[in-house]
């Protein structure tokens, strides 16, 4: 697979499993709100600094 269908992929994926799947401009995470929300993109899974975080990396775009 190159590079672009394996972009489109990973898009249909995150996206059929509810998520924004936004990538994340400063490198790793994926936005894991709903599609269409208001606000700041967040990545619930990763870039938690402790496992009592709620949310890991935040970003706008």
Request: glycine share 14%; aromatic share 10%; net charge positive.
């Amino acid at each position: 697979m190159s590079k672009p269908e394996t972009d489109e992929a990973s898009l249909a994926a995150g996206r059929a499993a509810g998520y924004c799947w936004a990538q994340r401009p400063a490198g790793r995470g994926r936005c894991t709100r709903r599609p269409g929300h208001d606000g700041q993109h967040v990545d619930y899974y990763n870039g938690r600094m402790s496992p009592a975080d709620t949310a890991g990396y935040s970003w706008r775009q």
